[in-house]
Nanobody
Framework: VQLQASGGGLVQAGGSLRLSCAAS????????MGWFRQAPGKEREFVAV????????YYADSVKGRFTISRDNAKSTVYLQMNSLKPEDTAVYYC??????????????????????WGKGTLVTVSS
């Protein structure tokens, strides 16, 4: 299983980026897919998750109204559209895929990392 994330980079505050994560190695249709991030010196934190059928979506409070998660099951790919970026959004963003809970209903819990697969991360830097 491989999760290949892309789309990170350097952007000015107020700008936008779109992250993508393509999963391969098996069928991921009944898997929740989403994103975590880890800023320098901080713990990894939940960002967003989308259920296997796209019917349930959760966001961290810090990104609600600015980030949008979506998925394309035909491509086994999850996306994160990030708008109105702030310097505090600077972090390495990790995509994640989990089959134990296809709705990702526990991802938002503090320090919840019981997830099947993790990508290697893509760096997002937001300058002020």
């Amino acid at each position: 299983v491989q999760l290949q994330a892309s789309g990170g980079g350097l952007v000015q505050a107020g700008g936008s980026l779109r992250l993508s994560c393509a999963a391969s190695g098996r069928t991921f249709r009944r898997y929740a897919m989403g994103w975590f991030r880890q800023a320098p010196g901080k713990e990894r934190e939940f960002v967003a998750v989308i259920s296997w059928n796209g019917g349930s979506i959760y966001y961290a409070d810090s990104v609600k109204g600015r980030f949008t998660i979506s998925r394309d099951n035909a491509k086994s790919t999850v996306y994160l559209q990030m708008n109105s970026l702030k310097p505090e959004d600077t972090a390495v963003y990790y995509c994640a895929v989990d089959g134990k809970d296809p709705y990702g209903s526990r991802w938002y819990l503090s320090h919840y990392y019981d997830i099947d697969y993790w990508g290697k991360g893509t760096l997002v830097t937001v300058s002020s």
